[in-house]
């Protein structure tokens, strides 16, 4: 059965450090990986985008990595602030599917940064 | 652009009781979705569309019926409220690119079956 995992379920973290939240896929094949930000009360917001090819992505303080051979992911956040306490959800789009985007999503990491 | 919008933002409902949730793009995506999410699950993909006139079932379209008469519009129907569909909902909206696209989401809607 096709999953994604995420890991850990929550984190508190001060303002100024690094995290890193961790995702595993069972996915396969795959066509990309995507890391979505989703504050409390609003919609997912997209942060990264990479295909199986693809080893990292950044946006801002933002790194994604992909090891397709393991089927996992990473997020790593530099720099930590208060505006990235939120739910971070990892997301798999299967190679199949024909013209639909059937994605897969995580159940999310809920970040706390305190400062 | 206003992206996507949906509304009402909450809504209760009691059992068997009808309700249509709107949901708007004004950034000329052909692909429209509607989702809900249940606490401490992922999202699940009920219905979604192509373009006007094409709709599709998702993972859990039980319970629901959608239309797409333009490329702007994707309201989501319930027809009879159950308890299990206590959840919110999200609509998004994407334009087909090479496969890599972007989905982008509206605020939500909470809904509450009592």
């Known amino acids: 059965k096709n999953q994604v995992e995420q890991s850990p379920q929550s984190l508190i973290i001060l303002e100024g450090k690094n995290c890193t939240l961790q995702?595993?896929?069972?996915?396969?094949?795959?066509?990309?990986l995507r890391w979505y930000k989703q504050d409390t009360g609003r919609g997912p917001v997209s942060l990264t985008i990479m295909t199986f090819s693809e080893n990292t992505k950044s946006n801002g303080r933002y790194t994604a990595t992909l090891d397709a051979d393991t089927k996992q992911s990473s997020l790593h956040i530099t720099a930590s602030q208060l505006s990235d306490s939120a739910s971070y959800i990892c997301?798999?789009?299967?190679?199949?599917?024909?013209?639909?985007?059937?994605?897969?999503f995580g159940t999310g990491t809920l970040l706390a940064v305190q400062p | 652009n206003a992206g996507v919008t949906q509304t009402p933002k909450f809504r209760i409902l009691k059992i068997g009781q009808s309700m249509t949730l709107q949901c708007t793009q004004d950034?000329?995506?052909?692909?429209m979705y509607w989702y809900r999410q249940d606490p401490g699950m992922g999202l699940k993909l009920i219905y979604y569309?192509?373009?006007?006139?094409?709709?599709d079932k998702g993972e859990v379209p039980n319970g629901y019926n959608v239309s797409r008469s333009t490329t702007e519009d994707f309201p989501l129907r319930l027809e009879l409220a159950a308890p299990s569909q206590t959840s919110v909902y999200f609509c998004?909206?994407?334009?087909?690119?090479?496969?890599?696209?972007?989905?982008?989401f509206g605020p939500g809607t909470r809904l509450t079956v009592l």
């Open positions: 997301v798999v789009s299967p190679s199949y599917g024909g013209a639909t985007n059937k994605l897969i």
């Open positions: 995702c595993n896929y069972t996915v396969s094949p795959f066509s990309n």
């Open positions: 950034m000329n995506h052909n692909y």
């Open positions: 569309s192509v373009g006007a006139g094409i709709t």
């Open positions: 998004a909206s994407s334009y087909r690119d090479r496969g890599t696209d972007t989905q982008y």
